[in-house]
């Protein structure tokens, strides 16, 4: 037989016995690799969402503390890491699919209200007083629970946390702040002067971050707003944080009127827009705040590229920067900086709304199952095992309440579901300055409760209005915060759009619902 | 059955041909001024594709202290291979590399397979199944069925969670491939595919016999189309892989770019060269597949340009 093609391509025909051959053994392969891996979990074994990234030796531990969940609750549990970036998109996808994992960490910041909206929460309060989960109501303090309760009364979610009040602050090069501030920092105009210092004879920014509008405008405080540290007094309003703020007239606790008005309304925001330009010119602020990762933030400053950089009273100051940092500059400290004109005696408003919530599928295979475990981990053995590993191997006691890690294990995200201010240990090298801002911040006294404390607004209303807000705040309020456009300009631009998207509606109802909660507290 | 003899080659040229004028060697030493516009327009932009990828390779090797105070430059100073020494130290890049081979080798495979076939039948212009199947293929291009139902497809119906073929099924059929092919197809010279039927073929060898070695361009384009999304791959792996050990490796890229702590993840200490990882990931993550592309270039023109003029 002569071949078939023309000369040019000559070719080997692909016989039928080949090909079919070929062809039924992939699909075999398929129809293997397929069945086996997807079977899902064993009866006794649970899932739960946890945001971030699977910690090192993470195997070796969990392999430890499900033998221990096994022996003590007669389940295993499963956690599946999920990046921070796709986390809120992820968690909320696997809600919206019915999927049968246990718990998830939520938050006002990421998608509770949806959840709760949709019933894919369950309610705990009845569980909480059952006196089932003893742990667990002894470790998280009464406050915490009540300044998490959702309008319609429940629970829905354990305040994961580790300190009373998360308040936003400056993390310091200390060796630079002994080197140009005289060894400490107790206001915001040496703050600023160390950063012009900094910037003129070490050539690196003053304070870097990604873009924030609580940066600039603070609640109550923020790393670049003057007046936060001055008198922090005032926690803006929103629907969404993303969104615009309001804020409420200082004397609305007592007249019953929230009057809140946009932002640019409160004479020391827009100085601190303007102060944030100024920054943003003379090179004190990282000028990529726009579009700057966290990960490329933390890795310059770790390498000695900036004098100051974002921090929150979470006890993760030093153990977050100093082992990288001591690397790329050899005799390098870190500082922690909290500016307040008052330092320890002032009192900062706070609304205790916790940042990290471990709430239950209403969808999940076992929600006892879900509350046994949380019980589990509040209790002192078992939450040391799951959030710093083998002690002996991972880690060491140092005194009473501290631990020095001598093993890889590290970063459990204890904020997705096992933090507990009773029983955190701080990071053996913990600073002098971080150690006393921190156990400043676990005390709930040390704090002014806000009168928009439990205020949670309902955007049902709005929700047009307030998806067209938030797209013209991220295209002219973003660059406004990152100091990169002119100020009034921006600012004219920003009060433009947001007009034709419906400010006023959105004002109204915002003031409607806050005058509301004011009677009614 | 007869088969179809290929056209005999010319003979040898006569040895008496004339010699090429001297003029028309000088002519060939004076480029036209468009051939020469053409070069340089085209070097120009190769320079402008091929300068970044080297300040990628040349940071991967430049010591993390200077590239994270200094960001990108092109000679590398000082010299590290710290980045690629903590990758290769611990096995999660060998795992990975072992996911996307899979997903690249059976998904390419499977995908071929499905949409030559699809695309022989719609361009056989069956009454009865053409049309539909035409429809069916190209419904797609226009919509999507949403991210919550595939979810639960996958995850619920074919409970393929933690399984490479979440990755692979939902991308089998690309109905842009299809329609290259059902045009490349439609160009076979139907006396061809008679003659055969006349000599007794039947349909299933003459699709095996006929059609599928004259369509190896077409074939190579469209193995190269699918091995390349296969290769880069993320998001459905995002999706439905949850198990570390069955990442692929644009997954794990995707998570290293999004966290500094997944580079203690990939088998060094949590102070690795984060930055000089980044790099270094880039560059062993589209090494294997830019060497795909010289073995499928020399069909690359005639597969795509034959499906799209003949159609």
């Known amino acids: ?84 970036t796709n986390y809120s998109s992820q968690a909320l996808l696997k809600f919206t699919a019915g999927e049968d994992f246990q718990t998830a960490l939520s938050a006002r910041w990421l998608n509770i209200a949806q959840l709760i909206e949709s019933q894919a929460l369950e309610p705990l309060d009845d569980a909480l007083a059952s006196g089932d989960y003893p742990h667990l109501v002894a470790s998280v303090n009464q406050d915490a629970f009540d300044a998490n309760r959702w309008p319609d009364g429940a629970i829905y979610g354990i305040p994961a946390v580790n300190s009373a009040a998360r308040i936003h602050h400056h993390i310091a090069r200390g060796d630079l702040v002994d080197k140009y501030a005289g060894g400490s920092i107790e206001n915001f105009d040496q703050l600023e002067k160390f950063w012009y210092d900094v910037v003129q004879k070490e050539g690196i920014p003053g304070y870097i971050n990604r873009n924030s509008p609580f ?38 606790a007592t007249t019953g009127s929230t009057n809140a008005v946009p932002f640019w309304e409160h004479a020391p925001y827009r100085e601190s827009l303007h102060r944030v330009r100024k920054y943003y010119q003379d090179g004190i602020i990282n000028a990529d705040r726009l579009n700057a990762d966290p990960a490329t933030l933390k890795s310059q400053f770790d390498g000695g590229g900036a004098a100051t950089t974002w921090g929150i009273t979470d006890g993760l100051d030093t153990a977050g920067h100093l082992d990288q940092l001591e690397k790329a ?27 990290n919530l471990v709430v239950v599928n209403a969808a ?42 001598i093993g890889d294990y590290a970063n459990f995200p204890g904020f997705a579901l096992s933090w507990r201010i009773p029983l955190e240990r701080k990071y053996s090298r913990m600073s002098e300055s971080e150690s006393s801002w921190f156990e400043w911040s676990k005390d709930y006294n040390n704090f002014t409760l806000d009168p928009f404390a439990s205020f949670i607004p309902d955007l049902t209303e709005i929700e047009t209005e307030h998806a067209q807000i938030t797209a013209a705040v991220a295209e002219f309020g973003n660059p406004l915060f990152a100091g990169a456009v002119e100020v009034d300009k921006g600012l004219d631009k920003l ?11 959105v004002q109204d109802e915002l003031n409607r619902q806050a005058d509301a909660h004011l009677a009614g507290s | 059955m007869t088969s179809i003899d290929a056209p005999v080659a010319p003979a040898l040229r006569p040895a008496t041909l004339p010699a090429a004028p001297v003029g028309r060697r000088r002519r060939r030493t004076r480029p036209e001024p468009f051939t020469v516009a053409s070069y340089v327009g085209v070097s120009f932009f ?12 040349a940071g991967s090797l430049t010591d993390e202290s200077v590239l994270s105070q200094t960001g990108y430059s092109f000679w590398p100073s000082p010299f590290s291979l710290a980045a690629y020494e903590t990758i290769f130290a611990g096995s999660r890049v060998w795992l990975s590399y072992g996911a996307t081979l899979f997903i690249t080798v059976v998904g390419t495979t499977i995908a071929v397979a499905a949409t030559s076939g699809i695309a022989w039948v719609i361009a056989r212009g069956l009454p009865w199944a053409s ?93 190269l189309f699918y091995a390349v999304t296969f290769w880069n791959e993320w998001f459905h792996a995002l999706l439905f892989i949850s198990e570390p050990d069955k990442y692929p490796l644009q997954l794990v890229l995707q998570n290293l770019i999004t966290s ?24 062993i993550t589209i090494g294997p597949i830019l060497l795909a592309y010289p073995f499928a270039q020399r069909y690359f023109v005639k597969g795509l340009t034959l499906g799209a003029t003949k159609g």
């Open chain 1, 1 to 84: 037989m002569t071949p078939i093609l023309d000369g040019a391509a000559p070719a080997r025909p692909v016989s039928r016995r080949s090909f079919l051959a070929g062809s039924g053994g992939v699909l075999a392969a398929a129809a293997l690799a397929a069945c086996s891996p997807g079977a899902g979990s064993a009866g006794t074994t649970y899932d739960l969402l946890l945001p971030g990234d699977v910690p090192a030796q993470w195997d070796r531990v969990r392999g430890l503390v499900n033998a221990k969940l096994k022996a003590d609750l007669g389940f295993e549990f499963s956690p599946e890491f999920i990046n921070w």
């Open chain 1, 215 to 252: 940066d600039v405008l603070g609640a109550p405080t923020g790393a670049l707003y003057a007046q936060g540290w001055e008198t922090p007094d005032l926690l803006p309003l929103y629907f969404s944080s993303d969104s615009l703020m309001f804020v409420p007239a200082q004397d609305a």
């Open chain 1, 329 to 355: 500059v050899p005799g390098a400290t870190l500082m922690t900086l909290l500016p307040f004109r008052d330092g320890q005696s002032t009192r900062p408003h706070q609304t205790f709304q916790a940042d």
């Open chain 1, 364 to 405: 999940g295979a076992d929600t006892a199952a879900a509350l046994q475990l949380l019980d589990w981990v509040s209790i002192q053995e078992n939450h040391d095992l799951l959030q710093y590993g083998e002690e002996g191997t991972d880690w060491e006691p140092v005194g009473d309440d501290a631990y020095e890690p």
């Open chain 1, 495 to 505: 009060k433009k759009a947001v007009d034709q998207a419906g400010l006023a509606k």
């Open chain 2, 46 to 57: 190769g320079l402008i594709c091929a300068v970044p990828f080297w300040m990628v390779i």
């Open chain 2, 131 to 223: 049309r539909s199947l035409a429809v069916y293929a190209y419904i797609p291009m226009l919509f999507t069925g949403g991210l919550v139902p595939m979810y639960i497809l996958i995850t619920q119906v074919l409970q393929l969670r933690n399984s490479w073929f979440s990755v692979i099924l939902p991308l089998v059929i690309a109905p842009f491939l299809v329609f290259v092919q059902v045009s490349f197809f439609r160009g076979t010279p139907q006396e061809i595919l008679d003659a055969a039927r006349i000599d007794g073929a039947g349909e299933l060898r003459v699709f095996f016999q006929i059609v599928l070695p004259l369509s190896k361009p077409v074939i190579a384009v469209i193995a």
């Open chain 2, 260 to 283: 500094v702590a997944n580079a203690a993840d990939l088998g060094s200490t949590a102070s690795a060269p984060v930055y000089q990882i980044r790099l270094a990931m880039t560059v």
